[in-house]
């Protein structure tokens, strides 16, 4: 079946650090990719997403771009604020829709001054 | 404003008693999903349903069952919980044909 491993966390920046969370995935045919992100207390809001090979996705400040060869979804940033303390989930869709998400097990990102 | 509304936020119970967490969105969406999150674990689906009427099994539906008579609306319920359906529930809604889903802000349910 599908699914999609993350680096493990807790990932502890300061702040304007570069940020690099690995993402890969197993799936069969032509996945979405997705980096969702949950603040504390809140359920998970869409960060950016790709649909196709090489797409690249942005929001925010954050990319991630589609690696087929490499079936990867890393999610950059170049400068981290403390704002972006949160935790960060990888997920795929097979179905075209979000009927059906699988997601990573989540990192969570410590941003301090 | 749009949005995916969960109660209760927390919870907790005990072995054995009925409970339901509802779940309603006011976006029109057709698909609507429950997922539990547990640590090191990430988010796994329990149920889906596609429309009123239509609902199936995701990766974890033992103990749940859940129910799609409105549009808006999709319960989940827990005949009896047990300490292992402790965990944080999330409600999901989405447009047929597009691949964004919007969550709840999470159902933190214990069971003792």
């Known amino acids: 079946g599908d699914s999609v491993t993350q680096m493990e966390g807790p990932v502890t920046l300061s702040e304007e650090a570069f940020l690099t969370i690995n993402c890969t995935y197993t799936?069969?045919?032509?996945?979405?990719l997705f980096w969702y992100v949950q603040y504390p207390g809140e359920g998970l809001q869409l960060l950016l997403k790709?649909?196709?090979?090489?797409d690249k996705g942005s929001n925010k400040g954050f990319e991630a771009t589609y690696r087929k060869e490499t079936t990867s979804f890393h999610l950059e940033k170049g400068s981290v604020q403390v704002s972006d303390s949160a935790v960060y989930f990888c997920a795929l869709s097979n179905t075209g829709t979000a009927s059906k998400l699988t997601f990573g097990t989540g990192t969570r990102l410590q941003v301090t001054l | 404003e749009a949005q995916v509304t969960q109660n209760p936020r927390y919870l907790i119970t005990v072995t054995g008693k009925k409970l339901t967490v509802t779940c309603s969105q006011n976006m029109n969406h057709e698909y609507m999903s429950w997922y539990r999150q547990d640590p090191g674990l990430g988010l796994r689906q329990i149920y889906y349903s596609m429309n009123v009427e239509a609902t199936d099994k995701g990766d974890v539906p033992e103990g749940y069952k859940v129910s799609r008579k409105e549009k808006r609306n999709f319960p989940l319920i827990l005949e009896s919980p047990s300490p292992n359906q402790t965990s944080l529930y999330f409600c999901?809604?989405?447009?047929?044909?597009?691949?964004?889903?919007?969550f709840g802000q999470g159902t933190r349910l214990t069971v003792v």
């Open positions: 790709a649909t196709k090979a090489d």
């Open positions: 999901a809604s989405s447009l047929a044909g597009e691949d964004e889903a919007f």
């Open positions: 799936a069969t045919g032509y996945p979405s």
